[in-house]
């Protein structure tokens, strides 16, 4: 199993951060695989409520240089994975 976490602090590796590692590092001693993303510093744009992402049904957004697109995309592989 693997855990991923999105932070949107405006503080990277702030105190956030050092709480969700502190988690992480009890789910990783029970043998989860976690993995933190950091917004901070990146640009991210807001939903255009498009629904392309419906449409297609690629569970990606039609604005292809957010940067969040990817990981968005591999937490989504990881769902369907236990499904």
Do not use: P
């Not at 991923?4 to 969700?20: D, E, H, P, Q, Y």
């Amino acid at each position: 199993m693997k855990l991923m976490a999105f932070s949107g602090s405006a503080r990277k590796n702030g105190n956030t951060a050092i709480l969700v590692n502190h988690v992480f590092r009890e789910l990783e001693n029970q043998g989860i695989r976690t993995e933190l993303f950091q917004l901070a510093g990146k640009e991210i744009r807001g939903c255009l409520a498009c629904y392309k992402c419906m449409e297609k049904k690629n569970r990606r957004c039609s604005v292809e240089k957010d940067v969040v697109n990817d990981r968005i995309a591999m937490a989504f592989e990881w769902i369907t994975c236990f499904k």
